[in-house]
């Protein structure tokens, strides 16, 4: 089993996949920890709501198991009321219809654990 910390969560291909897909994955890869990828997160929305908006975009594309990554990764990046919104308050439900790397990528995001 790997160690389950930030690194690890930031290179799971789900995780790196939805990064992509937001435009945020050389954000995601120079990302040293959780705090730090909050920040690049939060400086990435900027002012205008950039990434929340790609975000609400990209959710309604997404296939039904990607859902609960993009709602992690969201709540990683301090952005849970979002995550919510987008699960219209389904995000547990969601959460419980995942599994392998798509399952750990939500784990680990929700634990936040530092090496």
Do not use: C
């Amino acid at each position: 089993m790997p160690e389950m910390d930030f690194n690890t969560w930031k290179n799971l291909p789900p995780v790196e996949d939805i990064a992509y897909r937001l435009r945020f994955a050389t954000a995601l890869a120079q990302s040293q920890d959780w705090n730090d990828y909050t920040a690049r997160f939060i400086a990435a929305n900027d002012d205008d709501g950039q990434m929340i908006k790609a975000a609400r975009e990209l959710f309604g594309d997404l296939e039904t198991e990607e859902r609960p990554i993009l709602a992690a990764m969201l709540h990683a990046a301090d952005f849970s009321g979002i995550a919510d919104e987008l699960s219209e308050n389904m995000t547990w439900w969601r959460f419980s219809r995942i599994g392998g790397e798509n399952a750990t990528a939500v784990a680990l995001a929700i634990l936040r654990q530092r090496r």
